[in-house]
């Protein structure tokens, strides 16, 4: 009996470890974007409703420092890069969605905003870092992923945006690659 | 000896084996993902309390008790301190 209970036991380790698979790895770049549908501000956001646009999605939460670091140059990045087929979409990954409100009440955000309490789309997009930004080009696919935000990566963001807005020019807005 | 004669009573020598095995259920408790640290990131969740309160206690303590170190991560032990 004990024996068996001992087979139990180790049986549910194996399954614990099993289960402790991490999420699901970063799309490289190329990949296509994994699609999803979440509420915002504004009302339903749909990634694949964006494309032929350049898009910088931004995942971001309250209690992270640097994505408050990151708001204003999002603000002005859509402001200034808008009209060249930039949009700018922040998924909030807070679990109480008060504190999103807090916080966008104290940061304004000047792009488009959606709600991500259950860390569906982080998953799938495999975050491993707080704030994580994926460029995704006007056909859906991943042009680059981004972990973190420093003052030192605008300048490397920003020549890659700009970069992608190019190439889409030159393409006629098909592709950015 | 009261400790052995209790874990001898086979009900309850199964509830211990019972508890043990349980215990490994705890290693399923994954560590939080990157956008799941928001009560981890509270002020409240410091090991250190408030910087500034912390600063001015190794201020009193080399002032009045001619103590410093022992705060944090130490230096490399060339007693040059």
């Known amino acids: 009996m004990a024996v068996s209970s001992l087979r139990a036991g180790l049986a549910g380790v194996v399954a614990n470890l099993a ?112 704030p994580t930004s994926v460029l995704i080009g006007p056909d859906g696919r991943v042009l680059l992923t981004h972990s973190g935000f420093r003052p030192d990566d605008k300048a490397e963001l920003e020549a890659r945006i700009t970069d992608a807005l190019n190439r889409m020019a030159a393409t006629g807005g098909r592709s950015a690659t | 000896m009261r400790l052995i004669t209790t874990f001898t009573r086979p009900a309850t020598a199964a509830a211990a084996l019972a508890a043990l095995l349980v215990l490994p259920g705890c290693a399923n408790l994954a560590s939080p993902q990157a956008w799941e640290k928001g009560d981890l990131a509270r002020p409240a969740m410091r090991m250190d309390g408030d910087p500034l309160e912390g600063r001015f206690s190794q201020h009193i303590f080399a002032s009045k008790e001619a103590a410093a170190g022992g705060a944090g991560v130490g230096g490399g032990g060339c007693g040059c301190n």
């Open chain 1, 19 to 130: 289960a402790q698979a991490p999420a699901l790895a970063a799309p490289e770049p190329g990949a296509a974007a994994p699609d999803f549908e979440l509420d915002g501000p504004a009302g339903r956001v749909q990634l694949s409703k964006l494309q032929g646009k350049l898009v910088y999605l931004d995942f971001w939460a309250s209690w992270c420092g640097p994505c408050r670091q990151s708001f204003p140059w999002m603000n002005d990045a859509q402001a200034r890069l808008g009209p060249r087929g930039l949009q700018v979409l922040g998924v909030n990954l807070d679990a109480r969605s008060a504190d999103a409100d807090k916080f966008l009440a104290e940061t304004p955000a000047r792009f488009q905003v959606a709600f991500d309490p259950k860390g569906d789309t982080p998953k799938r997009y495999g975050v491993k870092g707080m």
